[in-house]
């Protein structure tokens, strides 16, 4: 009896500290964009793609900034954004985020799109199995992916067929 007591606090206390992990790393603004997918649209998707063109030189400038304030590139990034035809960078963000749900779901072996998070499941394994990588970088990949899992969101069905007809722009904007 005391075992199974053990084993229920057990399950709370790591319950518990995944949510008090959770909500020290993600700001409730972040945590509101996430928990959330849009419905993509055709226009959204050319909003997204005239960005991206604007936005790919500013890419070493946000990733310098990382999550430091940054008044002047914000500004950068929120008149792309308007110029792209977006009511704010935070629109632009719901769309990248949403894209990137679906994205996360694409297996490029069988070029087939289905549940991010099946994909994800998938990458792990991959990863687990991968012998040639650094210990430290394999750990902290191992659990980022794991972290990802579990935040994993269900897949707006209908995002599904709006990226397939934009992933050729979709691939050669990335490069």
Request: glycine letters at 4%; aromatic letters at 4%.
């Amino acid at each position: 009896m005391q075992i199974s007591g053990s084993v229920s606090k057990f399950r709370f206390i790591a319950a518990l500290a995944a949510c008090l992990v959770a909500l020290s790393v993600v700001t409730p603004q972040a945590s509101a964009q996430e928990a959330e997918q849009i419905k993509l649209t055709d226009a959204l998707m050319k909003s997204y793609l005239a960005a991206q063109k604007d936005l790919k030189p500013l890419q070493d400038k946000i990733d310098a900034a990382g999550e430091k304030e940054d008044p002047k590139l914000e500004a950068e990034m929120e008149a792309i954004a308007k110029k792209a035809g977006f009511k704010s960078y935070n629109e632009l963000e719901d769309v990248s985020h949403s894209l990137s749900m679906v994205l996360d779901g694409y297996d490029a072996d069988t070029k087939t799109y289905g549940e991010p998070k099946a994909q994800l499941e998938k990458d792990l394994a991959s990863v687990k199995a991968d012998k040639a990588m650094k210990a430290d970088e394999k750990k902290q990949l191992i659990a980022d992916l794991e972290e990802s899992i579990k935040a994993m969101a269900p897949l707006r069905k209908e995002n599904i067929e709006i990226v397939k007809k934009y992933r050729d722009q979709l691939a050669k904007g990335a490069n």
